[in-house]
């Protein structure tokens, strides 16, 4: 089966850091597929390299079979691959409609985005209520449904949320994840989501990919890596498991 | 009393005058983080457009003698193509360059404009009449003002709702206000960046035409350094109204226009050469007691 996206050996530089370094992975319709690193790893780099907001000096990107443009973001977006950035990047100062429509115009035909307006309000019941607040003035959790639903509003194949815990209360977190699994059902969404930790998502994940310095450190199912101590290897650098998993080498990064 | 009134008039039509400035400064601001100076050179050629391109000394009026229906229309495609055809082929390639960068670009076309101005239309300045009939005062309850004086304000309010319709209500003013204030997230959303941008443009040098129109009328008089000190005043007035915020750039122009003007009334007649020292004296004043303008805009807040 062939990938719906695919990384391969894709560098990343910012002036003469290089944040990624021939980092490949793939992602499949309809899988939930989680990268999860420390801070620093690349997580972010990845999924803007993706989404054409930073260049690369080297390797490939591909959906569906077709290289994705470096550095195209509004072209990319057409092609049904959305981006939920690292925090939320809501429009403060519009309403949550006016963010919402936003996402909606590359539709060019505006029934339609009515039409998406109006489904992904019924996904979000709590924004209905703020409809015509302005977005900064939303609690986190709420900014990251809006962030979410104005993603959905561009008509994605695949979404890419980056940190959907950041900063949010774990009942809030519970019930991000649920509605990314109710998407992923009900639209028939496809999934890659960056972590820092890999406790709530082996619940939720079916693959996972373990990132760290740039580079895939680990990959598998959830299933194969369900005890989590290659998962903690993988992720503090170092070939040993258990144990001194506390001494963490990854905090320098 | 009737003086008072008639001083306050006066100030709200020069206020006018640069808050239409300042909303085409500030919209830019807003969107491209570029302050640009060039804005004043867009009104300079708005106002030499209406003329014949010669050196000679005396204006022949070519679209200026046209009917104020065809000719506003006309001025407006003019210096819309000029705002387009600046962001394209100078401010397009330095999208990634940072604010002083395109800030110190506008300053180069800004001088490119003037000696332009200066080689097709000769040094001189040149007298010209546009819509004389505006300057005909009318009397009411013993208040005279010239008609262009509230032709100039009512300009501004039907320009200000018509660009505050068209950001709140229109497709392409929600992507303009979103692209302001997180460009690359309205990308990655699909907003077509230099589009958007383009359409920036197009809308301030609709405003700068207004002005050069406006200001003509008023002055009679062509120069090709005409619109710089409007951008002077303008950029000054979107500093003390919050860099950035259109609402900020409204209230700095007409704070601006009414404290010269007020100035120019009342300051005793020795001290009246140096309005502007104490303009800038009262902008600064603003400024030490709100650094971040009256209305500061959130957006930028946040990004700092
Ligand atoms: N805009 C930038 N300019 C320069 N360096 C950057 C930029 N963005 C990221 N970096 C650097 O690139 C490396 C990877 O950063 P990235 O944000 O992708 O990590 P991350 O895995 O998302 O981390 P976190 O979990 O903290 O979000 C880091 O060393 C970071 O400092
Ligand atoms: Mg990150």
């Known amino acids: 089966m062939s990938a719906m996206l695919e990384l391969s050996d894709v560098e990343v530089r910012y002036g003469r850091l290089v944040a990624l370094r021939g980092l490949s992975l793939e992602v499949h319709k309809g899988e939930v597929v989680c990268l999860i690193g420390p801070n620093g790893a690349g997580k972010s780099t990845a999924m803007a390299a993706i989404a054409g907001g930073v260049p690369r000096v080297a390797g490939s990107i591909r959906l569906n079979g077709q290289e994705l443009p470096a550095r195209k973001p509004e072209q990319i977006a057409r092609l049904g691959l959305s981006l939920v950035p690292e925090g939320r990047h809501v429009f403060g100062t519009l309403t949550v409609e006016e963010n919402l429509r936003v996402g909606g115009f590359l539709r060019g035909n505006a029934r339609e985005s009515a039409a998406a307006l109006e489904r992904v309000a019924g996904y979000f019941p709590r924004l209905k209520e703020r409809w015509t607040s302005p977005a900064g003035r939303l609690s986190g959790g709420e900014q990251q449904m809006l962030s979410i639903g104005r993603a959905l509003m561009t008509n994605p194949r695949l979404v890419m949320v980056d940190e959907p815990s950041l900063g949010l209360a774990p009942l809030i977190v519970d019930a991000v994840y649920e509605i990314l699994l109710e998407l992923r059902e009900r639209e028939g969404l496809t999934l890659l989501i960056n972590e820092q930790s890999s406790h709530r998502i082996l619940r939720f994940a079916d693959r996972i990919y373990v990132i760290r310095n740039g580079t895939i450190q680990l990959h598998g199912t959830a299933e194969a890596l369900r005890d989590g101590e290659a998962i903690k290897a993988a992720y503090f650098g170092f070939k040993g498991t258990g144990a001194n998993a506390n001494v963490v080498e990854g905090a320098k990064a | ?304």
Not at chain 2, 111 to 128: E, H, S, T
Not at chain 2, 166 to 179: D, E, N, V, Y
Not at chain 2, 222 to 240: D, E, I, R, W, Y
Request: net charge positive.
């Open chain 2, 1 to 304: 009393m009737i003086n008072f009134l008639q001083n306050l008039i006066d100030a709200l039509s020069l206020g006018s005058l640069y808050a239409l400035v300042a909303l085409g400064i500030g919209l830019l601001f807003g969107i491209l983080r570029l302050v640009n100076f060039a804005h004043g050179d867009f009104i300079t050629i708005g106002a030499y457009s209406l003329i014949l391109p010669s050196a000679s000394v005396t204006a022949t009026m070519v679209i200026g003698s046209w009917h104020w229906e065809a000719l506003i229309p006309m001025v407006c495609v003019i210096v819309i193509i000029v705002a387009m055809a600046t962001d394209i082929l100078v401010f397009r390639p330095l999208r990634r360059s940072s604010a002083p960068t395109l800030m110190i670009a506008s300053f180069a076309v800004s001088y490119m404009i003037q000696n332009g101005v200066l080689m097709i239309y000769g040094a001189r300045p040149k007298a010209v009449n546009l819509w004389s009939a505006l300057t005909t005062q009318i009397n009411f309850y013993g208040l005279r003002e010239p008609v262009l004086q509230l032709v100039t304000i009512a300009t501004t309010i039907v320009l200000m709702v018509g660009l505050s319709l068209f950001l709140k209500r229109s497709r392409w003013g929600i992507q303009m206000r979103a692209a302001a204030e997180d460009f690359r997230m309205a990308q990655y959303l699909g907003v077509r960046g230099n589009f958007v941008i383009g359409l920036a443009f197009a809308v301030s040098g609709i405003l700068a035409a207004a002005v050069s129109l406006l200001f003509l009328a008023q002055t009679g008089a062509l120069s090709n350094v005409m619109g710089v000190p409007l951008a002077l005043f303008a950029f000054v007035a979107v500093v003390v109204g919050g860099m950035g915020s259109l609402p900020g750039a409204v209230v700095g122009g007409f704070l601006v226009g009414i404290v010269t003007t007020m100035l120019q009334a009342y300051l005793p007649p020795d001290l009246r050469v140096f309005r502007d020292a104490f303009t800038f004296t009262f902008v600064i004043i603003v400024l030490l007691v709100r650094p971040a303008g009256l209305i500061p805009s959130r957006s930028i807040v946040e990004r700092v």
